[in-house]
């Protein structure tokens, strides 16, 4: 039989206590985001990006060997109008490179199958404790100049920078 000391106690109620959330970590545009690990199927490089030529913005990567859809990160998350991206035959004649060190999160939609989110960043995973993030509205001081959508709150961290947590199923709806 163990034996509890008043201080192993308060370790342990206090480790209990503290949930943590673990996160795949990125930039877009010089700005921190992320998204819950439970969210994300895969994390790999971006093997190939394309689009239509009318600029309706819809974007299309190729993950496995088939095409998903992808989401316009200018349009969802920054507000941005859409891209004009060459066409899948335009994308042929184009230096293969050309997406060297740019990587594609793949989410999973309960309606709309597998997602892209193509990123120009190497992603990372951390753990936060769920308690150290402040919902947009308190923060919304913060964040007056920047005109983020589909984040729901945010981290600052010690060095003074914010990770902004994206919520998934605004991210994920047309």
């Known amino acids: 039989m163990a034996i509890y000391s008043p201080?192993?106690?308060?370790?342990?109620?206090?480790?209990r206590a503290e949930a943590k959330q673990r996160l795949i970590v990125f930039q877009l545009?010089?700005?921190?985001?992320?998204?819950a690990l439970d969210s994300?199927?895969?994390?790999?490089?971006?093997?190939?990006?394309?689009?239509?030529a009318v600029g309706t913005?819809?974007?299309f990567i190729t993950y496995q060997g088939q095409e998903i859809a992808a989401i316009d990160v200018g349009v969802k998350i920054f507000g941005?109008?859409?891209i004009v991206i060459p066409s899948l035959d335009a994308l042929r004649t184009i230096d293969p490179l050309a997406h060297?060190?740019?990587?594609?999160?793949?989410?999973?939609?309960?309606?709309r199958g597998l997602i892209g989110l193509p990123i120009d960043s190497k992603p990372s995973i951390t753990s936060i404790?769920?308690?150290?993030?402040?919902?947009?509205?308190e923060a919304h001081s913060l964040e007056q100049s920047n005109n983020l959508q589909c984040v729901?709150?945010?981290?600052?961290?010690e060095d003074r920078s914010t990770i902004h947590l994206l919520d998934t199923a605004l991210l994920l709806e047309r």
């Open 29 to 35: 545009q010089s700005v921190t985001f992320a998204l």
């Open 57 to 59: 913005g819809a974007i």
């Open 129 to 137: 404790a769920s308690s150290a993030f402040v919902p947009l509205l």
């Open 40 to 52: 994300v199927v895969k994390v790999t490089t971006l093997e190939r990006l394309y689009g239509d």
């Open 7 to 15: 201080l192993r106690l308060r370790r342990q109620v206090a480790q």
């Open 80 to 82: 941005q109008p859409p």
């Open 100 to 111: 060297e060190g740019s990587y594609s999160i793949v989410l999973q939609s309960p309606a």
């Open 152 to 157: 729901k709150s945010i981290y600052a961290r």
